[in-house]
């Protein structure tokens, strides 16, 4: 499938003095959590240690283009990544905008997407395939 990327990656959470450190295959260390945190760490935490960080993230689709809140607990605890969303830009909806806060070094942003539109394409390839 066009498009897909797999990414099978190891990533090694170790709880120090002053909080959890993460390793990714290459040896890259970061600090992703306090040590009052509860060592649980969401997908897109350890995707960024396996990656070493990111240069843009996008939230797309239904809840991406819409979900304020989920946007916001989603960004919450990714500072460590340089990943700042600026609270009031992200109270856009459904506009292709960028929401990002001055300082993060991430560009963040909404990208809609017409979903249906894909769907009914790919089902247009499927048929005419056959």
């Known amino acids: 499938m066009r498009g897909t990327i797999k990414i ?27 040590s009052d945190q509860d060592g649980v760490f969401s997908p897109v935490e350890l995707l960024l240690v396996a ?7 996008a939230f797309t689709g239904g809840i991406g283009e819409n979900g304020i809140a989920i946007r916001e607990a989603i960004c919450r605890n990714l500072s460590w990544a340089g990943i700042e969303l600026d609270k009031n ?12 806060a001055v300082e993060s070094d991430t560009r963040i942003w909404i990208v809609p997407t017409n979903e249906e539109l894909i769907v009914a394409r790919q089902t247009v390839a499927v048929l005419s395939a056959n």
């Open 8 to 34: 099978m990656a190891k990533v090694f959470v170790e709880r120090t003095e002053d909080g959890y450190v993460g390793t990714n295959e290459r040896g890259a260390r970061v600090s992703i959590g306090s």
């Open 51 to 57: 990656l070493g960080g990111c240069d843009v993230l």
């Open 89 to 100: 830009k992200n109270q856009n909806r459904g506009q292709e905008t960028e929401i990002s």
